[in-house]
């Protein structure tokens, strides 16, 4: 169970076998069903979720109603809203599980906790928001100065298997183009190779 997010955690620090025991000790496992809200708007988010199985989406609803696709989040990613997690203010976004989900979970105290008992972990969880905000960063540049050709391309480099696993409505969604337009997109591509 806790494999890949010790090889996720050993690619970031150094933990000696009781720093690790302890990291291990103090994750929460859960077995989520699909289609579960692990986050509603107005809330606040309490959790910080590393992703062992399973395919989670991040959204919000615009002014028009419409739900808006942030992020996906698969095998080996972490899941939350940092702001809301972080200042305990209330989201504005939804997470939902798209599939059967088993997550390792952390709640802000147990995570304070940690960073107490494992300071080492500090540079972990730096070099992890760090790594999000340049792929934030990377995405809103793209989305500005891309075609939606490249960035249902780029989409398609950056999550292969995703395509197969999450309905089509909710990458037009993340691509910020109709589901029309993803399908003549798809089917060009799919002649084109």
Same mark, same amino acid.
């Given at each position: 169970? #806790? +494999?890949?997010? @010790?090889?996720?955690?050993?690619?970031?620090?150094?933990?000696?076998?009781?720093?690790?025991?302890?990291?291990?000790?103090?994750?929460?496992?859960?077995?989520?069903?699909?289609?579960?809200?692990?986050? !509603? &708007?107005?809330?606040?988010? @309490?959790?910080? &979720?590393?992703?062992?199985?399973?395919?989670?989406?991040?959204? =919000?609803?615009?002014?028009?109603?419409?739900?808006?696709?942030?992020?996906?989040?698969?095998?080996?990613?972490? *899941?939350?809203?940092?702001?809301? #997690? +972080?200042? !305990?203010?209330?989201? $504005?976004? =939804?997470?939902?599980?798209?599939?059967?989900?088993?997550?390792?979970?952390?709640?802000?105290?147990?995570?304070?906790?940690?960073? *107490?008992?494992?300071?080492?972990?500090?540079?972990?969880? /730096?070099?992890?928001?760090?790594?999000?905000?340049?792929?934030? !960063?990377?995405?809103?540049?793209?989305?500005?100065? $891309?075609? &939606?050709?490249?960035?249902?391309?780029?989409?398609?480099?950056?999550?292969?298997?995703?395509? +197969?696993?999450?309905? +089509?409505?909710?990458?037009?969604?993340?691509?910020?183009?109709?589901?029309?337009?993803?399908?003549?997109? /798809?089917?060009?591509?799919?002649? @084109?190779?």
């Amino acid at each position: 169970m #806790f +494999q890949n997010i @010790n090889a996720y955690v050993s690619k970031c620090v150094n933990l000696s076998p009781r720093e690790l025991e302890y990291f291990n000790a103090i994750l929460e496992h859960k077995v989520i069903p699909k289609k579960t809200m692990l986050l !509603q &708007a107005g809330n606040i988010c @309490n959790f910080e &979720a590393y992703v062992i199985k399973g395919c989670i989406r991040e959204y =919000y609803i615009d002014g028009h109603g419409a739900e808006v696709t942030l992020q996906f989040a698969v095998e080996d990613w972490w *899941v939350s809203d940092i702001t809301s #997690f +972080q200042d !305990q203010k209330v989201s $504005n976004m =939804y997470i939902e599980t798209l599939e059967d989900c088993e997550l390792l979970m952390l709640s802000r105290q147990s995570k304070e906790q940690l960073l *107490v008992e494992v300071p080492k972990l500090e540079r972990m969880f /730096r070099l992890m928001i760090q790594r999000h905000l340049s792929a934030v !960063q990377n995405r809103l540049f793209k989305t500005i100065t $891309n075609t &939606a050709t490249e960035k249902y391309l780029e989409f398609l480099k950056r999550y292969p298997a995703l395509p +197969q696993r999450v309905p +089509q409505h909710y990458i037009a969604s993340y691509l910020g183009i109709s589901p029309e337009f993803l399908s003549r997109l /798809r089917t060009r591509h799919l002649r @084109n190779n």
